[in-house]
């Protein structure tokens, strides 16, 4: 545990985040964008640490097209 403990405390700003709500839009828009067979078999994953009920909206929004395109950045899922 003391090591646990220390290392949480050198790593503040990554427990931190840990904590964050963020979304793939940027990641899933640079896959997308990339030409057809340079990745090879691409399929999402969504780790939803707990969030399972904001996952599941955020890909249903955006399985049914509920985005925004954002720049060059990503994407906005728009809820439903």
């Known amino acids: 545990v003391r090591a646990s403990a220390t290392g949480m405390v050198r790593q503040s700003g990554l427990v931190r985040n840990m904590f964050a709500v963020s979304a793939p839009d940027g990641i899933i828009r640079a ?4 030409p057809g067979g340079v990745l ?8 939803s ?8 909206r955020w890909a249903s929004a955006a399985a049914a097209g509920h985005f925004t395109l954002d720049g060059h950045e ?6 439903s």
């Open 31 to 34: 896959l997308a964008e990339t």
């Open 40 to 47: 090879g078999d691409v399929a999402i994953h969504l780790y």
């Open 49 to 56: 640490f707990g969030g399972v009920g904001a996952a599941a």
């Open 74 to 79: 990503g994407f906005a899922v728009e809820a």
